[in-house]
């Protein structure tokens, strides 16, 4: 498999130092060698540009939106990259920064694929709009902006409008959901498994759930976009917004063999690891040996 690295140094997402360290940690710590080990071509194609923008102008471009047009800027030029990689056969791999960047990575797969598919798995649901969001922070907005809900320059993102049905998003592995999140899931009736759900009816009857209303919806293509906060916050102390209750190695591990057995997934974004938090690289060996998995089972 052919293999396009796409590389997101953001943190105005987040607005917290140290996520747009993540795309050049991964690499010093042999991403692309865990990639290539089980036979694929990896093109690395380097860090899209994110220009410096000083705090004191974080709200320039809107109230409640931090840092709005370097984000929209970022999402552009990924979504161009995501959709050229796929348009080459190659399987773009985003690695952040923070999750603002899944506007755009969406986007280039929603332009390719004709009926696409999201999961999301994460902690949080990113459904909140510059109305709902507590922290103005755009890494809790993207996928709602997928939906075509919020600023209309976050939904309008490389192609004006939706760039996802409801109906073909699900969010797993959700634990930290905000007031406005739940009332936006409920009234898209968007397909959300909450760790409580999990829980309670199991990791593979989810799993088998999720893929059963895919198989009946005629996607042809899903786009995965993984944030390593799912994971249990004891297990990823290098990430922004940890929560407990998560997921463990072994419970991700299972979840993303399945999902890629589909052989639907043609892209995948990996974010949220922010070194300056980690303690002795636990968090970036973690996603070392994930992105290992990944490729291992990949059919």
């Known amino acids: 498999m052919d293999i396009s690295l796409i590389g997101v140094p953001i943190m105005y997402g987040c607005d917290r130092d140290g996520a747009q360290h993540g795309p050049n940690k991964l690499r010093d710590k042999g991403i692309l060698n865990a990639i290539k080990k089980h036979k694929n071509t990896v093109y690395d194609l380097g860090n899209i540009y994110i220009p410096e923008i000083p705090a ?3 709200y320039t471009h809107h109230k409640k939106i931090k840092y ?4 929209v800027d970022m999402n552009n030029s990924l979504a161009q990259l995501v959709y050229s990689a796929l348009c080459s056969k190659n399987f773009p791999l985003v690695i952040g920064g923070d999750h603002s960047l899944g506007i755009g990575s969406i986007s280039g797969a929603s332009r390719f694929h004709d009926n696409l598919a999201v999961i999301w798995i994460d902690a949080h649901g990113d459904i909140n709009t510059y109305e709902t969001s507590p922290s103005s922070n755009a890494h809790g907005m993207p996928l709602s902006a997928a939906l075509g809900k919020g600023e209309p ?14 109906q073909n998003v699900y969010i797993i592995g959700a634990r930290d959901l905000d007031k406005g999140e739940i009332q936006l899931a409920q009234e898209l009736s968007l397909n959300l498994y909450t760790m409580d759900h999990v829980r309670r009816i199991g990791i593979d009857n989810t799993i088998e759930q999720v893929l059963n209303k895919i198989k009946s919806s005629n996607v042809d293509g899903i786009h995965l976009s993984f944030d390593i906060d799912v994971l249990d916050k004891s297990l990823v102390p290098g990430t922004g917004t940890p929560v407990d209750n998560g997921f463990n190695v072994d419970d991700i591990k299972g979840i993303l063999k399945k999902l890629l057995a589909t052989n639907l ?3 995948m974004d990996l974010v949220e690891l922010n070194p300056l938090l980690d303690i002795n690289d636990t968090t970036s060996d973690l996603c070392i040996d994930l992105v290992d998995w990944i490729f291992k089972v990949m059919p």
Do not use: R, T
């Not at 709005?68 to 984000?71: A, R, T």
């Not at 320059?153 to 760039?163: E, H, P, W």
């Open 153 to 166: 320059s976050l939904i309008n993102v490389y192609y004006d409008g939706a760039k996802v049905k409801p």
């Open 68 to 71: 709005l047009k370097p984000i």
């Open 56 to 58: 004191s102008e974080k």
């Open 265 to 267: 997934v043609k892209s």
